[in-house]
């Protein structure tokens, strides 16, 4: 009983009510549209678990972004979404790992609960951009050649993710900006996906909860650095 207040401890009302909500909306959206494909509502709601550790730069949210990105890269597969299966498989779920010895590697203070907040440079941001656009250019002539549903809009949607994961690798709040602008990506996809099958409708619904969360992780994420620099300026007096 003690272990399970301090869990819910561990988190603020707020917190838990943006949990409690998501979850609520992902469970309502896949009764109404959905009903069969619990896969999918499991991916969800492990989805919306992994942002709210996330948001508290806790390395379990990097597992649990594993776990769903093996179960969205099948959710993928079945509907021809070879991008999103490929970029969660081959990229996102082996970064994730990457990031999660990254936090781990990087406590605030020796918590391991909370990731030390790093800075980028103008010089790396520039890097990165580069980078990001190779890795798109080439995933966009694989995309095509195995036929993807809705190429532009799947090869965007590496473009953010790759940004994505790279910064959160760098420990830096605005990762959480650059899934927030892959969420908006995967809501049109799977949008589009959703005129064709509505089951989907809840996997649309769900990204637009992880937009929610991804925006609250990055609001958190600047708390967060804020605080740790003001605590570093204390200790340094």
């Excluded at 009302?13 to 998501?22: N, T, V």
């Excluded at 508290?56 to 299966?85: D, H, T, W």
């Excluded at 605030?108 to 580069?130: D, R």
Aim: aromatic content about 18%.
């Amino acid at each position: 009983m003690n272990k399970v207040k301090a869990a819910l401890g561990y988190f603020s009302k707020g917190e838990i009510i943006l949990w409690s909500f998501s979850v609520l909306l992902i469970m309502a959206s896949f009764v109404i549209f959905d009903r069969g494909n619990y896969l999918t509502l499991s991916a969800s709601l492990i989805g919306a678990t992994s942002l709210i550790f996330c948001a508290k730069g806790n390395p379990v949210g990097q597992v649990l972004i594993v776990i769903f990105s093996v179960i969205y890269g099948v959710i993928s597969f079945r509907f021809a979404y070879y991008g999103e299966m490929i970029t969660y498989l081959g990229m996102t779920a082996p970064m994730a790992v990457v990031a999660f010895v990254s936090w781990i590697k990087n406590p605030y203070k020796g918590k391991k609960s909370q990731v030390k907040v790093n800075s980028v440079t103008w010089g790396e941001i520039a890097f990165m951009l580069f980078l990001t656009a190779a890795v798109t250019a080439v995933f966009y002539f694989i995309l095509k050649f195995f036929n993807t549903a809705n190429l532009l809009v799947s090869t965007f949607s590496v473009a953010t993710s790759f940004a994505a994961v790279y910064l959160t690798f760098r420990r830096t709040p605005y990762f959480a900006l650059a899934y927030a602008a892959n969420d908006v990506v995967l809501i049109v996809l799977w949008t589009l996906a959703s005129l064709t099958d509505t089951s989907y409708i809840s996997v649309t619904v769900c990204f637009i909860m992880f937009l929610a969360n991804d925006i609250y992780g990055f609001v958190n994420w600047i708390k967060m650095r804020d605080s740790q620099r003001d605590n570093e300026k204390i200790f340094a007096k």
